[in-house]
């Protein structure tokens, strides 16, 4: 054994019946039934062309600045999978570019969270394949590790374990406990229905906003 070197099998199989949970959620409705103390942070920004991302947690911990075990995870991973990496936020030197999102593409790999920075920005810009990170440097990464796979990662300030289902959007990137799936999809569907028909009283104008007074007087402000 080397410590700080290990690669461990993924802990459940990926069941698509937990991506159709999630299909099709904002990740805002899904952040509202998680407490609102869940996430990646604003930090985690879509560096691709703005596909949404969803797939199962294929994790990686690794040394700042090193993507040795990153490559390993590529050769690893298949369809529905996402690359989630805790490179610990460091930003001096970039973990994944062009080759490596070739590679993912090519093995039919969901997408890529990265606590880091990636290179090749254009080219990853341009493609549909999902791609979180923290920024971009040219600089590229070491290759010597160490480095784990399938074991808890922190990315953005949420610890994210193998299997939990990743969601990712326009406004950041949120992982789902595999456990409680289901539940937190039933209550975010749930309060999508109740902002559909907001919005519509907005439209025909029946919106009752009386409750905004309503706090306000009952926080002892004149109104």
Known sequence: MTIGFAVHPKPHANDPA????????????LSD?????????????PMHDGTPLLGFAVTV????????????AID???PGDVIVVDAGGDLSNAIIGEIMLTLALTNGI???VIDGAIRDSDAIARSSLPVFARGANHRG?????????NVAAVIGGQTVMPGDVIVGDADGVLALPRGDVGAICRL??????????TMRQIADGTID???VDQTLRAKGVAV
């Open 33 to 45: 039934n998680m407490a609102r103390v869940y996430g990646a942070g604003a930090a985690l920004r």
């Open 141 to 149: 990464p070491y290759k010597d590790g160490p480095g784990e796979i």
């Open 188 to 197: 975010a569907r749930e309060q999508m229905a109740r902002e559909d028909a």
């Open 18 to 29: 937990l991506l159709d949970a999630a299909r099709g959620i904002p990740t805002p409705l």
């Open 110 to 112: 969901a997408g890529f």
């Open 76 to 78: 690893l991973s298949g």
């Open 209 to 211: 906003r009386s409750w």
């Open 61 to 72: 911990k690794t040394r700042p600045g090193d993507n040795l075990m990153v490559h390993k």
